[in-house]
C-alpha cells in the first residue's frame, strides 16, 4: 500500500456532516462522512466509502481516529448496519458501533436555516 493521506474538508455548518478525502499517493481512493464536535469531543462516523478495501478503510479510520485521540467516537447505526463484520474486525476501535452519540450542537446543525425577515435591512428590497 503506498501512502495514505486524508484530507478533511470543514463542515458548511458547526458540528455538521464532515468530508475526509482518502488519497494513496495522490489517488483518490475513497470518502469518509463524520461529525466532530470539539466543544463537547465526540465524532460520530456517518459513512464510509472505499475502494473495496476493507484494510484501507482500517488504515484511514486509524489515521482519523489518531488525529483526534480525545474525542468519543462512534458510528451512526446505519453504518454500523452496512458493514457490521468491519467494525467488528477492528479490535482496536473502542467506540460503540451502531449507537451514535450526537451532541447537542450536531442536532443543532441538522435544524433548518431560519429564512431571513421579510424586514430584515440584511435583504435588500427590489424597487425598480
Ligand atoms: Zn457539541
Known sequence: MGHLGLVRV???RPAGPETVECHVDGKHVGTITVRVCDQCE???VEGIRMDDQPALADHALRLLVGRLPNHRWTTSRATAAQAEAF?????WWQGAAG??????????????IPAPRADSPALPQASR
Open 42 to 44: 465526540v465524532a460520530v
Open 87 to 91: 467494525w467488528r474486525s477492528l479490535p
Open 10 to 12: 470543514p463542515a458548511l
Open 99 to 112: 449507537n451514535p452519540e450526537y451532541c447537542p450542537h450536531m442536532h443543532r446543525s441538522d435544524q433548518p
